[in-house]
Nanobody, 125 residues
Framework: QVQLVESGGGLVQAGGSLRLSCATS????????MGWFRQPPAKEREFVAA????????DYADSVKGRFTISRDNAKNKVYLQMNSLKPEDTGLYYC??????????????????WGQGTQVTVSS
């Protein structure tokens, strides 16, 4: 059974940091693309970052580039999202996802097969 479980969300002041984790099971982690998406309040889901679990190539949305870092630990079957210099506009429900499609299509949620339930990130001003 495929499972993706996010953790690490919470309430933080603007300028603060959070580290999201996504624990996975039920599939061969090292063969997949892992992505982070978010859904701000009353908005559609949007791409945040993606990483190849094989060679560590990454991609970021322009809005988070330079502030967020995606990484993975193949031995632990986990992917992380380090979020620094958080802004109120970073508020949203953050999801991790697993797929097999690389760039540039990995920016589309349709390219992912498995999704977690999400973890809430709230940034206060």
């Amino acid at each position: 059974q495929v499972q993706l479980v996010e953790s690490g969300g919470g309430l933080v002041q603007a300028g603060g940091s959070l580290r999201l984790s996504c624990a996975t099971s039920g599939f061969t982690f090292s063969l997949l693309i892992m992505g982070w998406f978010r859904q701000p309040p009353a908005k559609e889901r949007e791409f945040v970052a993606a990483i190849t679990t094989r060679d560590g190539s990454t991609d970021y949305a322009d809005s988070v580039k330079g502030r967020f870092t995606i990484s993975r630990d193949n031995a632990k079957n986990k992917v992380y999202l380090q979020m620094n210099s958080l802004k109120p506009e970073d508020t949203g429900l953050y999801y991790c996802a697993a797929g097999i499609v690389g760039p540039p299509r990995w920016r589309s949620g349709d390219s992912y097969v498995h999704w977690g339930q999400g973890t809430q990130v709230t940034v206060s001003s």
